[in-house]
């Protein structure tokens, strides 16, 4: 989006992309960020929103537009825009607005988020690394919070093992936290994405923490858990994974060590017990076709057997949620997801709010 475009409406944190989109149905940008406060409490805003809108200065604006202007890398992601990640935008809710460092086009590739404990274990430690390493070697983008711990080793994994990685921040991207991470941002910044809901400027604050792990879980397939107390802020995301239907995986520990108590919660509630890659692929066998590369840098690797007729029989010419297509389809959402990606490179689906419709007719 080119800088000039900024407007007040963007600045406004706590904003969704699915009442936005209401919202924008019945005025521009402009308009609607001079609407009167009581039609902006009709309309369903917060007392909260509305100050912040009353107060937010073009200097304020100016920051962003200049942040945006610093380098190609440097992206601002609408919900409405169709580099929004997919996934993210399936989920209850997705934020209006994405500002991207990096290559914003692997938002919507396959991805798995590693989650865990910020003072983990040097095994837990070894766990996440090694984890990181083989699920970015098998084409799929690793996604974490770049917090100390789990979340700074499974980023380190991926990246030692030459695959790609997002974080996604609690804070603006000029704010690295924690600061000591100012290395490892620069390493995925170039190697992947850093991606954040907030204003540039913005420093880390605690109640950030707990709302960016539903952009880290909701754009991916699905969600591993290394290395979890019982009382750990990863629950939060197992809990977010569960509630929108993605898979869930947790590594077991020594009964003795209060640090695991929480994933063997997770797998006593369901979750899927995981020692090891293989345990993954066990329930993601769309991983292991022959030929199939997750990644969507090719029609070829979207023309290996994927055009499969069911999965297109139940995509119609109106919207068409993942989920309906996968219960049709009596397939987990997780392949569904993928063969979608791929069908939509072909030109066979198109992604659109609320689901995929069909593009072509047989």
């Known amino acids: ?169 609690g804070s603006g991207l000029q704010h690295i936290y924690p600061k000591h991470h100012q290395a490892l941002a620069e390493q995925i910044a170039a190697q992947g994405a850093l991606i954040s809901e907030y204003w540039p400027d913005t420093p880390p604050k605690a109640e950030h923490f707990p709302l960016r792990n539903r952009i880290v879980v909701g754009m991916s397939l699905g969600t591993l858990v290394v ?25 077991p520990g020594s009964i003795y060590n209060p640090q695991a108590a929480g994933c063997h919660q997770l797998i006593q509630q369901g979750a899927k017990l995981t020692t090891c890659v293989k345990d993954i692929l066990e329930e993601w066998s769309f991983l292991q076709k022959p030929g199939l590369t997750l990644q969507k840098d090719s029609k070829k690797n979207a023309q290996t057997g994927l055009f499969d007729s069911a999965m297109l029989a139940n995509v119609g010419d109106e919207a068409t949620a993942i989920d309906t297509i996968a219960e049709r389809c009596g397939l987990p959402v997780a392949q569904v997801s993928i063969e979608l990606l791929q069908l939509e490179l072909a030109g066979e689906v198109a992604a659109v709010p609320g689901g995929y419709i069909r593009v072509r007719r047989a």
């Open 227 to 251: 290395e979890a107390a019982e009382k750990s802020g990863s629950l939060i995301s197992a809990k977010l994974a569960a509630d929108e239907g993605r898979e869930l995986f947790a590594v």
């Open 1 to 169: 989006m080119p800088a000039n475009t900024i407007c007040k409406l963007m600045a406004v944190p706590g904003l969704t992309g699915p009442e936005v989109g209401r919202w924008l149905e019945l005025y521009d940008r402009d308009e609607l960020v001079q609407l009167p406060a009581a039609q902006l409490l009709a309309l369903g805003w917060t007392p909260g929103q509305i100050a912040v809108l009353s107060s937010i200065k073009p200097a304020r604006l100016q920051l962003a537009e200049s942040w945006l202007a610093q380098s190609d890398a440097h992206h601002l992601v609408l919900y409405s825009d169709p580099d929004y990640p997919e996934l993210l935008r399936q989920t209850k809710n997705p934020p209006y607005l994405l500002f991207v460092q990096g290559d914003k086009a692997l938002l919507d590739q396959a991805q798995i988020a590693i989650v865990g404990s910020r003072h983990p274990s040097a095994t837990a430690k070894q766990i996440a690394r090694q984890f990181g390493a083989e699920l970015a070697a098998l084409g799929l983008i690793v996604t974490s919070g770049m917090a100390q711990g789990i979340d700074g080793c499974s980023h380190q994994g991926a990246l030692a093992g030459g695959g790609k990685t997002l974080a996604v921040l």
